[in-house]
């Protein structure tokens, strides 16, 4: 093995364990990773991101309740039988397109018993990824970009050889509901982290960038994940392990990745992040464009 597999990256921990509070009643039935963004699920654009990244394995962190993952991922011979039979040649092809994503991917799964917090559902995930660096990708965030969110983090990792997280930069008067991070540059569109501060009043505020959902993180995290304490709403949280990292000493970096920030943690992001996608969809965007015009 030469030097350039210490930084290859196999593994990324997909969390979709959460209880989706904020998208009541619709996440009782289903959990938001399943909502739509045009005419395929949240997921399946991580999915796509994890692979357009070069990696081949996935650890989906999932709630016992977690039902509609394993339907999503089994594939349908009797659908694929009735198609054929229907001579529905269009809608054949769209289901053996989507089968194609899951090939060459292997994929497990670990349990959540209960939504402890972001951060205790990546440490469910230490079992299987033990003593090598992985990448993370929460089940909510989407990033639009030709290069792959996780690829550019995955790029910078090669050059760090430390934890690298993902940013954006954002206007002053939202960055209270995000992790904010005070940094030193190091070049265009990299960071040394100095210090994260969670959901930071309007005086706390440190810089415009925040955290996104994704990672790459070597295995120490999982020993800070271990001895977290909870926070006050009961929860152990990735970005505030990060903190005790940097008080030992750790060095941790971030990347402004390039690329259209799609979130879908609330109602109103997600319907953004719907609409975006929706306009600029190739069959779909130009109709939207003019009905969008046509209603008052
Ligand atoms: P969020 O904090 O956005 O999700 O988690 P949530 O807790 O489901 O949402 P609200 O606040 O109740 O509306 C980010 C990612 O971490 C996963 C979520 O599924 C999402 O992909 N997560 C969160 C878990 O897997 N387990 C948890 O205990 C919490």
């Known amino acids: 093995m030469g030097d350039s597999s210490l930084f290859e990256i196999k593994k990324v921990i997909i969390p979709v364990a959460g209880l989706g509070t904020r998208f009541l009643p619709l996440s009782l039935v289903v959990s938001k990773e399943?909502?739509?963004?045009?005419?395929?699920?949240?997921i399946q654009y991580v999915?796509?991101?994890?692979?357009?990244?070069?990696?081949?394995?996935i650890v989906f962190v999932v709630s016992p309740k977690q039902k509609m993952l394993m339907s999503y991922l089994k594939k349908s011979p009797e659908l694929e039988k009735l198609l054929i039979k229907r001579k529905k040649d269009k809608q054949l092809a769209e289901l053996?397109?989507?089968e194609m994503l899951f090939e060459g991917l292997d994929i497990s799964f670990v349990t959540q018993k209960q939504p402890l917090g972001d951060g205790h559902a990546i440490l469910q995930a230490s079992k299987l990824v033990t003593n090598e660096a992985m990448a993370v990708s929460f089940g909510d965030d989407v990033i639009d970009s030709p290069i792959p969110a996780l690829e550019q983090l995955i790029n910078i990792f090669k050059t760090t050889n430390a934890p690298v997280m993902a940013l954006k930069?954002?206007?002053?008067?939202?960055?209270?509901?995000?992790?904010?991070?005070?940094?030193?540059?190091?070049?265009?569109n990299l960071y040394k982290i100095k210090k994260i501060?969670?959901?930071?009043?309007?005086?706390?505020?440190q810089s415009n960038l925040v955290i996104v959902g994704k990672y790459v993180l070597t295995p120490e995290v999982f020993n800070y994940l271990k001895k977290a304490k909870p926070s006050e709403k009961g929860e152990i949280i990735l970005g505030e392990v990060f903190d005790a990292m940097l008080n030992d000493g750790m060095p941790l970096y971030g990347y402004e990745v390039?690329?259209?920030w799609l979130e879908c943690g609330d109602k109103l992001k997600w319907l953004k992040s719907f609409m975006y996608l929706a306009l600029k969809d190739p069959v779909?965007?130009?109709?939207?464009?003019?009905?969008?015009k046509s209603i008052k």
């Not at 399943?34 to 949240?42: G, N, R, S, T, W």
């Not at 995000?178 to 540059?185: C, I, L």
């Not at 501060?197 to 309007?202: A, M, Q, R």
Request: aromatic letters at 10%.
């Open 284 to 292: 779909f965007g130009e109709d939207l464009k003019k009905y969008l």
């Open 169 to 188: 930069s954002l206007p002053k008067e939202v960055i209270g509901a995000y992790g904010n991070v005070a940094v030193e540059k190091i070049s265009s």
């Open 34 to 42: 399943f909502f739509p963004l045009v005419d395929k699920p949240i």
């Open 96 to 98: 053996k397109s989507f």
């Open 197 to 205: 501060i969670e959901k930071p009043s309007p005086d706390q505020i």
């Open 47 to 57: 999915i796509e991101e994890v692979k357009n990244s070069g990696i081949k394995e």
């Open 258 to 260: 390039k690329g259209e």
